[in-house]
């Protein structure tokens, strides 16, 4: 179909680019880098080889994340959201922007989360998973209380947060450790963030802020598939629930939650998927760089569903979760 709209789709900024180079082998190396730092040549070619009228751009990975120290992190995730909106206002018609935050220090992330909307006109945020604060060791997971400030910015200021991918750090990957091939996109990724994103569904987060919008990539890392037994887990046994969420697990899934296709073009993941969340809840993306645009593309147009769903995963879900222009 013509007019797609993409949401998992990333550039980088010189400071940010090494962070992708462990992901593949030093021989893709020079197409993954030159396709990161492209000036929007070949990710136009691309899109408008396969039917891709926007890009929704962000960062790539752990990037801000993964800095340390909360004020180099503010600075770089500014860099990094000027960067953008300079390509986003070069072509309006074909990029969007979705802001990267100082998550380090909710008070750094809630300001840079309002200029990036305010000021810069971006349609909502992508974090890169945990972030690594004082204590690199320790990482920090957005269900903690500290963060309720920054949700509550999040809820006034009405945009989705893409809640992103990235690595568990080594104290935490022991159950992959001579098993590197499982790390990353292939295993680890959605290990690490479908768990995020329970976490944020157990908290009670969304009875605190019930209009919050998290989106997660890659089919909605293996939760339209588990999110069952996660509520149902031993139901003969009565005693109270520990967790302090007030409703079922998901509930908040199908009322809090979006995903994306990004990366992950299994028909019988999407049929199940489509089932277990609706078809006003799934969006069309590639993962460019990082995966192909006609993989993606060729797939999706062609995947048996109704074409009122495609147009709605395809496009007009896009524009209504981040208010663009309706046709
Ligand atoms: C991603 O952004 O989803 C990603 C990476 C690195 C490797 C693979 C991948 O950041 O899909
Ligand atoms: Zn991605």
């Known amino acids: 179909m013509d007019g797609k709209i993409g949401l998992e789709?990333?550039?980088?900024?010189?400071?940010?680019?090494?962070?992708?180079?462990?992901?593949?082998?030093?021989?893709?190396?020079?197409?993954?880098?030159?396709?990161?730092?492209?000036?929007?040549?070949?990710?136009?070619?691309?899109?408008?080889?396969?039917?891709?009228?926007?890009?929704?751009?962000?960062?790539?990975a752990p990037a801000v994340q993964a800095i340390p120290d909360a004020k180099k992190a503010a600075e770089t995730a500014r860099r990094a959201n000027d960067n953008l909106a300079e390509k986003v206002a070069r072509r309006p018609d074909r990029f969007q922007g979705l802001a990267a935050l100082p998550m380090q220090d909710p008070d750094l992330a809630s300001e840079e989360l309002n200029?990036?909307?305010?000021?810069?006109?971006?349609?909502?945020?992508?974090?890169?998973?945990?972030?690594?604060?004082?204590?690199?060791?320790?990482?920090?997971?957005?269900?903690?209380?500290?963060?309720?400030?920054?949700?509550?910015?999040?809820?006034?200021?009405?945009?989705?947060?893409?809640?992103h991918p990235r690595n568990p750090l080594p104290q935490d990957a022991r159950i992959y450790e001579g098993h590197p091939w499982l790390m990353g996109p292939a295993w680890a990724f959605g290990q690490e963030t479908a768990v995020h994103a329970l976490r944020l569904m157990g908290s009670g987060l969304f009875d605190e802020f019930p209009k919050l919008q998290v989106i997660l990539g890659h089919m909605g890392e293996g939760l339209p598939f588990n999110i069952w037994r996660v509520d149902n887990h031993n139901a003969w046994v009565t005693s109270p629930k520990p967790q302090p969420a007030k409703r079922k697990f998901i509930d908040y899934f199908q009322e809090n939650?979006?995903?994306?296709?990004?990366?992950?073009?299994?028909?019988?993941?999407f049929l199940a998927a489509l089932m277990v969340l609706g078809s006003d809840r799934i969006l069309f993306s590639t993962d460019w760089p990082?995966?192909?645009?006609?993989?993606?593309?060729?797939?999706?147009?062609?995947v048996d569903i109704s074409e009122a769903d495609r147009m709605k995963?395809?496009?007009?879900?896009?524009?209504e979760l981040f208010n663009l222009p309706a046709d």
């Open 313 to 319: 995963v395809g496009r007009t879900n896009a524009q």
């Open 9 to 60: 789709e990333h550039f980088a900024i010189d400071e940010t680019l090494m962070d992708s180079a462990a992901f593949l082998s030093p021989d893709v190396w020079t197409e993954l880098s030159g396709r990161l730092m492209d000036p929007e040549d070949r990710r136009l070619q691309e899109m408008d080889r396969h039917g891709m009228e926007m890009m929704i751009l962000s960062l790539n």
């Open 115 to 163: 200029r990036a909307i305010k000021e810069l006109g971006f349609v909502g945020c992508l974090v890169n998973g945990f972030s690594q604060g004082a204590d690199p060791d320790v990482p920090l997971y957005y269900d903690l209380p500290q963060y309720r400030s920054f949700w509550a910015t999040c809820e006034s200021v009405a945009v989705p947060f893409y809640l």
């Open 290 to 302: 990082f995966e192909n645009v006609d993989y993606s593309a060729e797939w999706f147009d062609t």
């Open 257 to 269: 939650f979006h995903i994306t296709i990004s990366g992950n073009y299994s028909t019988q993941s």
